[in-house]
T-cell receptor, first 110, second 111 residues
Framework: EDQVTQSPEALRLQEGESSSLNCSYT??????LFWYRQDPGKGPEFLFT???AGEEKEKERLKATLTKKESFLHITAPKPEDSATYLC???????????FGKGTLLTVNP | DVKVTQSSRYLVKRTGEKVFLECVQD?????MFWYRQDPGLGLRLIYF???????EKGDIPEGYSVSREKKERFSLILESASTNQTSMYLC??????????FGQGTRLTVV
C-alpha cells in the first residue's frame, strides 16, 4: 500500500529563519512526486514535480529535492506570506493515481 | 494553466438528501479526481476517472458515486447525505504524468 508521511506536522519559524520540510514515501513504481501549497479554505496550488532521484527544482525561496525514499522542501529566508500548509503527493500506476501526505502547517512570524 | 471549477463554494444540505457536486475543467485532461479533506486526515481519494464513462474507486468510496458523461465534467453524488459526510470536497484534473490542478473546493455541511 502506498504511504506518504510528512514531517513535522507543524512548523513555526521566524521571518528569515531557513528550514526544511520532509516527505518520506513508500510506493511501487513512482510516477512523480508533487509538492503543493494550500491556503486556508482554498484548493491546493501546484508548486513542483520531481520524477527521479537527484532531481531538484527551485522557485523563489523554495527548493525541492528528491531521493529514492524521501523528498525535502527547503525554505530559504521565509517571509510571513509563505505561511500555508504544504502537501506532498506521489503518483503511481498507468492512471497516475495520487496519494497525499497529511501536510505540514508552516507559520512564519514577522 | 488548467482551470478547474467547482459549482459551489459552500453547501448546506439535510440528512438523507441526494447531493450533487459538479466539477468542470477547461482543458482536455483525461484524469479527474474527487477528494475529501478533513482535519488530521489529509486528502483522501473518493473516486477517480481516467476517461469518459470510466471510473475507479479510491480509498473511501462508500456512500458516494460519480458520473462522467463528458470529458470536461466529473460529478460526485452523495446518494443519501449523512452528517459524517460534512467535509471539504476537492476536485482535480490531471493529464498523464503532469501535475494535478485543483478546484477551489466545496465546503459541504450536512445537518
Amino acid at each position: 500500500e502506498d504511504q506518504v508521511t510528512q514531517s513535522p506536522e507543524a512548523l513555526r519559524l521566524q521571518e528569515g529563519e531557513s528550514s526544511s520540510l520532509n516527505c518520506s514515501y513508500t510506493v511501487s513504481g513512482l510516477r512523480g512526486l508533487f509538492w503543493y501549497r494550500q491556503d486556508p479554505g482554498k484548493g491546493p496550488e501546484f508548486l513542483f514535480t520531481l520524477y527521479s532521484a537527484g532531481e531538484e527544482k527551485e522557485k523563489e525561496r523554495l527548493k525541492a529535492t528528491l531521493t529514492k525514499k524521501e523528498s525535502f522542501l527547503h525554505i530559504t529566508a521565509p517571509k510571513p506570506e509563505d505561511s500555508a500548509t504544504y502537501l506532498c503527493a506521489v503518483g503511481r500506476g498507468s492512471n497516475y493515481k495520487l496519494t497525499f501526505g497529511k501536510g505540514t502547517l508552516l507559520t512564519v512570524n514577522p | 494553466d488548467v482551470k478547474v471549477t467547482q459549482s459551489s463554494r459552500y453547501l448546506v444540505k439535510r440528512t438523507g438528501e441526494k447531493v450533487f457536486l459538479e466539477c468542470v475543467q477547461d482543458m482536455d485532461h483525461e484524469n479527474m479526481f474527487w477528494y475529501r479533506q478533513d482535519p488530521g486526515l489529509g486528502l483522501r481519494l473518493i473516486y477517480f476517472s481516467y476517461d469518459v464513462k470510466m471510473k475507479e474507486k479510491g480509498d473511501i468510496p462508500e456512500g458516494y458515486s460519480v458520473s462522467r458523461e463528458k470529458k470536461e465534467r466529473f460529478s460526485l453524488i452523495l446518494e443519501s447525505a449523512s452528517t459524517n459526510q460534512t467535509s471539504m470536497y476537492l476536485c482535480a484534473a490531471k493529464g498523464g504524468a503532469t501535475e494535478a490542478f485543483f478546484g477551489q473546493g466545496t465546503r459541504l455541511t450536512v445537518v
